[in-house]
């Protein structure tokens, strides 16, 4: 990990009263004070190459930058944005400095529209990128038709354009994008921040809240589901930095797999878990648990699911000969 991206980052958001300002956009989306300051921040740029005001650099540095934002409890689309900004720069092309979603499951209808069923975060992005076929696009989200398909609280939605929108956002791009996968990494790190920081929370409760004379944190019983609980955001930690390991901007496709795999089944344990240990505090308004256990279940769920993913990895490996020559040269 790169601790200096680490620390510059959190620092700078443990100065911006985040979980203040997402309660702010749940009520308005529109009213979003935290972006500007990420841009001016410059994290963003991590992977844009030099000539377009970046730092040139990969998966395996942003991801600290990407970690640290969900640990904060931002819902945008950060991972997602950084990717598509180093995307359209590495092809010539220049990105708004608003946020941009990333789409999976597009479908295009027989006019030319274009659909997809759940986007997260869009509701907090300009754009949306898109991929269909080998074709790419560049949605205004303003001229989207989004569907409410979220809880309270969500910025997820699902959204569709008509024809017109459709072909005035088309790119012309190289072939060997695959913003499934991108999407899905994305994800996973930005699950695995807010799981590490699900399990600070809840052991600092532990330690604080006290039953029949002792802190809670004391009985074994909650040893118990706290220690399984951090085995399994350390997994999903792991998992998403497996996914991380590339230099550049481009991902190592099975390793993203891997890594929405994980971070996507254990997600919602690790929700649940928080949730018993603090009991019916977590679930009020007024604490910051459920700011972010509703991420976990949206991520976790965003992309296509650890299952999905699973069963992609298993297809595979079923077409190799030697499951440990598959390990070794396309996970590890």
């Known amino acids: 990990m790169d601790m200096e991206f680490f620390d510059s980052f959190d620092n700078l958001l443990g100065q911006l ?4 300002r997402v309660r702010a956009l749940s009520a308005d989306a529109t009213s979003d004070t935290l972006w500007p300051e990420l841009q ?8 844009v190459p030099e000539s377009h005001g970046g730092a040139q650099l990969g998966w395996r540095q942003a991801w600290a930058v990407m970690f640290v934002a969900a640990r904060h409890g931002l819902p945008h689309p950060v991972a997602q944005t950084m990717y598509a900004r180093a995307l359209l720069a590495h092809h010539g092309l220049s990105a708004a400095d608003s946020p941009i979603a990333i789409a999976h499951a597009v479908r295009i209808d027989a006019q030319g529209g274009l659909a997809v069923r759940d986007i997260p975060s869009v509701r907090l992005a300009s754009h949306v990128l898109a991929q269909a076929h080998d074709t790419l696009y560049l949605l205004p989200v303003d001229q989207a038709r989004l569907a409410n398909n979220a809880g309270f609280g969500s910025f997820d939605a699902g959204a569709s354009w008509d024809d017109k929108a459709v072909s005035a956002a088309r790119l012309s791009l190289a072939a060997n994008v695959d913003l499934p996968h991108a999407l ?38 909650v040893q118990q589901q706290i220690a399984e609980m951090a085995e399994l955001v350390y997994s999903a930690r792991m998992a998403s930095q497996l996914g991380s390991q590339s230099d550049d901007w481009q991902m190592a496709l099975r390793c993203a797999e891997v890594a929405k795999t994980q971070t996507s089944l254990v997600a919602g344990r690790i929700a649940a878990i928080a949730h018993a240990v603090h009991a019916a505090i977590g679930v009020t308004e007024e604490y910051d648990l459920q700011l972010y256990t509703r991420r976990l279940y949206e991520w976790s769920r965003g992309g296509a699911g650890g299952n999905y993913w699973a069963a992609h990895i298993g297809q595979a490996a079923l077409g190799h000969d030697n499951l440990l020559d598959f390990m070794r040269t396309e996970v590890f």
């Open 17 to 20: 009263d985040v979980p203040k």
């Open 40 to 47: 001016a921040s410059g994290f963003l740029d991590v992977m």
């Open 184 to 221: 899905a990494l994305s994800l996973a790190v930005m699950l695995a921040g807010a799981c590490d920081r699900v399990l600070e929370m809840t052991l600092q409760f532990a330690r604080d809240r006290s039953q029949f004379g002792k802190p809670i944190g004391k009985f074994q019983a």
